[in-house]
Structure formats: structure tokens, C-alpha cells
């Protein structure tokens, strides 16, 4: 599942990767000029950010980016919650 989508109004492509074997869930996050980066964070590793406030970590992030992250990275630990009841 996609939670952000390249468009005219959107640097990046945020989405759920697909599991192999008994991997943790991961969530990929990629800019449109640092997708060859190929960053994907962990359940805990989203978290951690959303704690801190904290997105630095991610290629391509600029400040003006943290709400449109932010509102995937909550959406998506949203439904990993739900995926575990």
C-alpha cells in the first residue's frame, strides 16, 4: 500500500514493502532525487522519529517535508496497530 505517491505536488513515494520470509514489516521512503538510496525504516525506527521529531535521517528530507511525513508515517503505524489486535 502506497501512503504518499509521486505527483505534481509530491517529492515522494512512501509505501509498505512487501514481507519475504518472516522480516519485519518495513516502510520505504523515497525522495524522487534519492530513490538509488532505497531507505526503508522499521516499525521502531518510525517511531523514533515521530518521537523526536526527527526525519533527518531520511534522504532528501527538508524541513518544509515533515507534515506530509509525518501525517504517512502516523497512518501507517496505524494500521500495523491494527494488524496486530
Known amino acids: 500500500m502506497a501512503y504518499l505517491r509521486y505527483s505534481r505536488d509530491c517529492e515522494w513515494h ?22 538509488a538510496q532505497g531507505a526503508s525504516y522499521t516499525v521502531s525506527t518510525i517511531q523514533k522519529m515521530l518521537e523526536l521529531e526527527d526525519y533527518s535521517s531520511i534522504p532528501g528530507y527538508q524541513p518544509q517535508h515533515r507534515r506530509m511525513l509525518r501525517k504517512a508515517f502516523v497512518a501507517w503505524l496505524s494500521e500495523q496497530a491494527s494488524m496486530e489486535i
Open 14 to 35: 512512501v509505501f509498505e514493502e512487501p514481507k519475504q520470509g518472516e522480516a519485519a514489516t518495513r516502510l520505504a521512503v523515497q525522495h524522487k532525487d534519492h530513490e
